[in-house]
């Protein structure tokens, strides 16, 4: 089983992938039942890093050329 990561951590985790979302917006996708799949244990909440590269993958990315 792989390393756990909170939302703080999770939000570095992205960035390090060139990724950049504060952790509140990790908090407000799960109140509308967005984003990266996550585990909650009693209060707390964590991710794996599969389950975040899953999401990322799935992000459609647009510059201003494609619009």
Do not use: H, Q
Not at 16 to 42: D, H, M, N, Q
Not at 48 to 65: I, N, Q, W
């Amino acid at each position: 089983m792989g390393r756990k990561y909170n939302t703080k951590e999770a939000a570095e985790l992205m960035k390090t992938w060139g990724i950049s979302f504060a952790s509140g917006t990790l908090e407000v996708w799960r109140c509308r039942k967005e984003g990266p799949r996550y585990t909650k244990i009693r209060s707390r909440v964590f991710y794996t890093e599969e389950s975040l590269r899953e999401f990322c993958r799935g992000l459609e990315m647009k510059t201003a050329d494609s619009i």
